[in-house]
T-cell receptor, first 112, second 109 residues
Framework: EAGVTQSPTHLIKTRGQQATLRCSPI?????VYWYQQALGLGLQFLLW???????NRGNFPPRFSGRQFPNYSSELNVNALELEDSALYLC???????????FGPGTRLTVT | GEDVEQSLFLSVREGDSSVINCTYT??????LYWYKQEPGAGLQLLTY?????DMKQDQRLTVLLNKKDKHLSLRIADTQTGDSAIYFC?????????FGTGTKLQVIP
């Protein structure tokens, strides 16, 4: 069974640009979660999507947004990039009422 | 909101037992988790425990939960060099999971 996949692996952008990160959940999983892992800060919860809807949001500004497609894959968009947005962005998926989140390998975003 | 705390670093000798500790603040957390992150990789779910359990054992891993003190620990028996990684404690339920900052485990050969 294929795990959670994320693309791209690495992304380099300049300040002010927009970044788009993609995630494909495990087959059968309808929930997708996004986390930011900045150096030394652990995992910070960004967004939770389920059945195409945003269900919960962490303490991040509105320039962090996303969506979930009918096939349950998801996109995270970061607008007006700032240097401190440089981090590893992790996507996880779970069953709709599942308590186990399975993580992808992450997208390393570098903002210069 | 939920706050999850862990020590940042632990060093053990190969073959010894490792004990990684974690405290959380929200007593209504339904599940307590341990994840492992190897360099350059995502998080791997190691094990989890329901809040109504005190202990769970899975091969070399033992999870102990003290609900009164909101304290969770992960014991790794016979620690191997392949166990070197960052270990994250997490607490919550299906709506939201809060992660600790991670404990870096260094295994000395």
């Amino acid at each position: 069974e294929a795990g959670v996949t994320q693309s791209p692996t690495h992304l380099i952008k300049t300040r002010g640009q927009q970044a788009t990160l993609r995630c494909s959940p495990i087959s059968g999983h309808t929930s997708v979660y996004w986390y930011q892992q900045a150096l030394g800060l652990g995992l910070q919860f960004l967004l939770w999507y389920d059945e195409g809807e945003e269900r919960n949001r962490g303490n991040f500004p509105p320039r962090f947004s996303g969506r979930q497609f009918p096939n349950y894959s998801s996109e995270l968009n970061v607008n007006a990039l700032e240097l401190e947005d440089s981090a590893l962005y992790l996507c996880a998926s779970s069953l709709r009422d599942g308590y186990e989140q399975y993580f992808g390998p992450g997208t390393r975003l570098t903002v210069t | 909101g939920e706050d999850v705390e862990q020590s940042l670093f632990l060093s053990v000798r190969e073959g010894d037992s490792s004990v990684i500790n974690c405290t959380y603040t929200d007593s209504s957390s339904t599940y307590l988790y341990w994840y492992k992150q190897e360099p350059g990789a995502g998080l791997q779910l190691l094990t989890y425990i329901f809040s109504n359990m005190d202990m769970k054992q899975d091969q070399r891993l033992t999870v102990l939960l003290n609900k009164k003190d909101k304290h969770l620990s992960l014991r790794i028996a016979d620690t191997q060099t392949g166990d070197s990684a960052i270990y994250f404690c997490a607490a919550g339920g299906y709506q939201k999971v809060t992660f600790g900052t991670g404990t870096k485990l260094q295994v000395i050969p």
